[in-house]
């Protein structure tokens, strides 16, 4: 046992479990200070700003869990929206052949770092890094850095703004999104596989699974995600833009990373990456509604700042807690309870000599 | 007769529940070769990490030049002139052959200034010493490790060491390169150093040594002179072999089945550079337990790893139930019925932060899966059913690998591969670091498994295990089959001689 479960519940230091309250405390103090929090206006506006940058990171937590990393997908997403407007507006196909086409070209995008990664054998950061200017410059050389496709059929655009049975289609997706890579994960010998390789991929490899088809699949579906995420973002803003997406990849990493999920690869979990999307969306928009006495002078900058104070509060918590736990062990008589556990250990994994 | 350069009296050292070193006592004279002898963990490493400052014994003393050293570390060590060339060399690769040798050598000047001048100029005369063709701007990365060896040695003796310590110096070495190593051994003796010279070539402790130490278990057995004052060979191969496995093999080892079925697995000229391995004809039965023996680096392993498809074979054929077959990678040995239990466990055999269970399930997740979708009920079934078999200790088979024991984990990395439901099993160390009760039990489930039909080739350095359970013992010496011995029949002597005799 270790020493900590003693004084604090271990489910009680679990990331997922630290972020909900964290949710529910934020959610608390908007309601009583910010202005017009809880009308389901704000509520439908939240989904509808959060679900591309909540899809990017549904689709990050799988390679995270492989112990990848893909900082491609915001890029991505300005090549695709670039893309679907050339499909419509260049090449005048109609709406639905184009949507499709473009989803393809996120995948063959994805393709193409899942090749470098897996058949070269080349670290995900840096193929990734490679990929990030990479889409992003394609997307700005197609568009000459200044053209903006505008006018689409009113039936895409009402993807950015209609409501089905009370909420906003991109809640429908983005559930439906949720509920995939929650399956995949926890359900399916992918996600198992995913864990494994996260874990150890020379140990994955040796017990007979095939490590670079497995690793390949969730760059090939963050590649499909992130061209659906244009497709939303160009029906919410009624325009394909280069600049979709920009900066969207950390704010994916770092939900992800805020959810519970080892940047190291082999554990986490998606409704962790769900309580860490969430915080980060409530307390963004959150922020823009308090009044300025509580934003201490920092204005618009304020949502960034928390974020990045949550992610280094959530990342440092636990540890901090397994210390406090241990220091307070030792002032207590436990002290010697712990000590043959320790030895055992010991004893446990020898240090064989060569 | 001046001091001895180097004296241990009764050192003991123990890891945990390990007991590496027993009482080993051995002393080095100045002008001396002595070579230090044992079969694979008899404790040769530890006590060169003792003598090198690595370790610190639990008891014993360590005198050097003299004068008894009680606190040794490794910068101590080097400043009272011992010098030790590990097998593998220990270099920057990306910094040049003048540059490594300075950072050994030179003393910081002031405010860290580098004299390149001077450091070329001792680096071409240390070189030339030892007759290296190398040239000191060459960067490490660009020479082959037999070079870098040789400029692990001009270090060494640029370094004015008095002891100097080699480990299986020639294991890479080419003749020519072991004939100006040899050059340099005789030099260093006639200067008045002291060298223990370790290797598993006798042909190279007869043509060097002057004495030799015996380690076995953990004991030193003996120290004796090879040569009498005469200049004749006091000694035999087979006296130094028998002394290094003289002792009695335990007769624990559960009883053979003789029932032996048709042919399963038939290698026919096996080769692979990756591995090292050449020319390997061998063929495994239903129902027979064959050893594999060998030194470490012999090509057992690499064996293994070709049949399991993590290094291909280059050339040669694999025919399993009489069907010849190649076998590219792991997934496919494992649909081919081919297991391998890997030597390192903790690494390849079980991956530490994932539960029992999903270890177990792990190389069996298409038979077990065929939607690839989880049923956990099947998972737990499974899982419980090989604890059970097994007799794995765990609070429960949800507990993580990393919490068990190594036998434990050994029996997890079997049962894995028994879930596979295997024709042919590699085993490759299996009761390596496991204690007495479990290692026993792993070799009744070997046996059993055996008696149940399945072809098992167990890799063992362990000469008790290999005589007590093979049916036949392949001896492997530098990548190829060296002799296939009885199992019945064969004793430590001959499997050790046909593992060290020179061809």
Redesign the interface.
């Known amino acids: 046992m270790s020493p900590q479960t003693r004084f604090i519940p271990k489910q009680l230091l679990r990331q997922e479990f630290l972020l909900l309250m964290v949710v529910l405390l934020e959610v608390g103090f908007f309601l009583c200070t910010a202005k017009n929090f809880g009308t389901s206006d704000n509520i439908s506006n939240i989904i509808r700003h959060s679900a591309e940058i909540g899809l990017l990171t549904l689709a990050m937590m799988p390679v995270i869990l492989t112990g990848g990393i893909d900082l491609s997908v915001g890029s991505l997403m300005g090549f695709c929206a670039v893309m679907f407007g050339v499909i419509t507006h260049d090449w005048h196909v109609a709406t639905p052949p184009a949507a499709a086409l473009t989803l393809l070209a996120g995948l063959l995008a994805g393709a193409f770092n899942a090749l470098l990664i897996t058949a070269l054998r080349l670290p995900p950061l840096i193929v990734t890094l490679g990929t990030y200017s990479l889409f992003r410059g394609l997307a700005e050389a197609i568009t000459q850095g200044t053209k903006t496709y505008r006018s689409f059929d009113s039936d895409f655009i009402n993807l950015g703004e209609i409501h089905w049975v009370g909420m906003p289609i991109q809640a429908w997706i983005f559930a439906s999104a949720a509920l995939f890579f929650y399956l995949l994960v926890h ?4 996600g ?2 995913f ?2 390789i996260g ?2 991929p ?9 490590v670079q088809k497995r690793t390949a699949l969730p760059y090939l579906l963050t590649g499909i995600t992130a061209a659906l995420a244009s497709l939303l973002f160009t029906a919410r803003l009624h325009q394909a833009r280069a600049d979709a997406g920009m900066g969207y990849e950390l704010y994916a990493v770092t939900a992800v990373v805020l959810g519970g999920t080892s940047i190291f690869g ?2 986490g979990t998606v409704h962790g990456t769900l309580a860490g999307i969430t915080a980060i969306a409530v307390l963004s928009n959150g922020i823009g509604r308090v009044p300025a006495v509580f934003k201490a002078g920092v204005g618009g900058e304020l949502a960034a700042l928390l974020t990045g104070a949550l992610l280094l509060i959530a990342l440092t918590a636990p540890g901090i807690g397994n210390h406090l736990a241990k220091m307070f062990a030792k002032d207590s008589t436990n002290l010697e309870k712990l000590k043959p556990s320790v030895s055992q250990h ?9 | 007769m001046p001091p001895l350069l180097l004296r241990l009296s009764d050192i003991k050292k123990s ?4 007991k ?1 070193l027993k009482g080993v006592s051995f002393e080095l004279r100045p002008g001396e070769v002595h070579a230090l002898l044992g079969e694979n ?1 008899a ?1 040769k ?2 006590l060169i990490k003792v003598i090198t400052g690595a370790h610190i014994p639990d008891s014993g003393t360590l005198e050097i030049s003299g004068g008894i050293v009680s606190h040794l570390t490794p910068t101590r060590s080097q400043e009272l002139g011992i010098s030790c060339i590990y097998q593998q060399p220990a270099l920057f690769s990306d910094l040049s052959v003048s540059e490594n040798i300075g950072l050994r050598l030179e003393k910081n000047g002031p405010f860290g200034k580098v004299n390149w001048k001077q450091r070329h100029k001792t680096a071409v005369a240390l070189l030339q010493r030892i007759g290296a063709n190398i040239r000191p701007e060459t960067h490490v990365s660009e020479l082959s490790m037999p070079e870098q060896q040789l400029v692990e040695i001009a270090c060494a003796l640029g370094s004015g060491a008095k002891i100097v310590i080699m480990d299986e110096p020639t294991a890479s070495l080419t003749r020519s390169e072991q004939e100006l190593l040899f050059g340099v051994v005789r030099d260093l003796r006639t200067s008045g150093a002291g060298v223990i010279y370790i290797s598993h070539r006798l042909e190279e402790i007869f043509a060097l040594a002057d004495r030799v130490t015996v380690l076995r278990d953990g004991e030193s057995v003996c120290t004796r002179s090879v040569r009498s004052a005469a200049g004749k060979n006091e000694l035999s191969e087979d006296e130094l072999i028998r002394l290094m496995v003289g002792r009695d093999v335990a007769s624990i080892y559960p009883p053979r089945e003789s029932a032996r079925g048709e042919v399963i697995l038939e290698l026919q000229n096996i080769s692979c550079a990756a591995g090292r391995i050449r020319d390997i004809n061998l063929s495994v039965r239903a129902g027979e337990v064959l050893g594999l023996a060998g030194l470490v680096g012999a090509g057992r392993t690499e064996l293994a790893r070709v049949l399991f498809g ?1 290094t291909p074979a280059d050339s040669g054929s694999i025919h399993l139930d009489g069907r010849e077959l190649v076998v590219r ?3 496919q ?2 649909c081919l019925g081919i297991a ?1 239990v ?1 030597e390192d466990r903790r ?8 539960p029992i269970t ?1 270890n177990i399930s ?2 069996v ?2 038979k077990l ?1 065929p939607a ?3 049923n956990f009920q099947r998972e737990r079934d499974l899982g419980k059913r090989f604890v059970h078999a097994l007799g794995i200790k765990a609070s429960s088979p949800d507990a993580l690998g990393g919490s ?3 036998g434990n984990q050994q029996k997890v990395s079997l049962a ?1 591969w028994l879930a ?1 439901e295997p024709r042919l099993l590699i085993l490759d160390e299996p009761t ?2 496991v204690d007495v009760g479990a290692k026993s039990e792993i070799h009744r489930i070997i046996r059993d498994l055996a008696a149940k039909g399945l072809a098992v080739i167990m890799i063992s350095s362990d000469l008790p295990e290999i005589l007590g359970m093979s049916d036949r013992i392949a001896v492997m010496r530098e990548g190829r089959i060296a002799e296939i011995l009885d199992g019945a029949s064969a004793s430590a002597q001959s499997v050790m001689s046909a593992a060290l005799r020179s061809a």
Not at chain 2, 15 to 18: C, D, I, K, N, R
Not at chain 2, 347 to 354: D, E
């Open positions: 359900r399916t010998t992918f198992r596989s864990r494994a874990f150890s020379e140990g994955t490899r040796y017990a007979g699974i095939s082999g554990t010991a004893q446990k994994t020898p240090i064989l000599p060569s | 890891f945990g529940a390990v590496a963990g404790g490493s530890t993590i990678n792991p997934r040995a494992v391998y890997p690494r390849h055999g079980v991956i530490l932060p994932m999903e792990m190389a997740h298409s899966f690839q979708w989880l068990l024991s190594g894995r596979t390596q670091g």
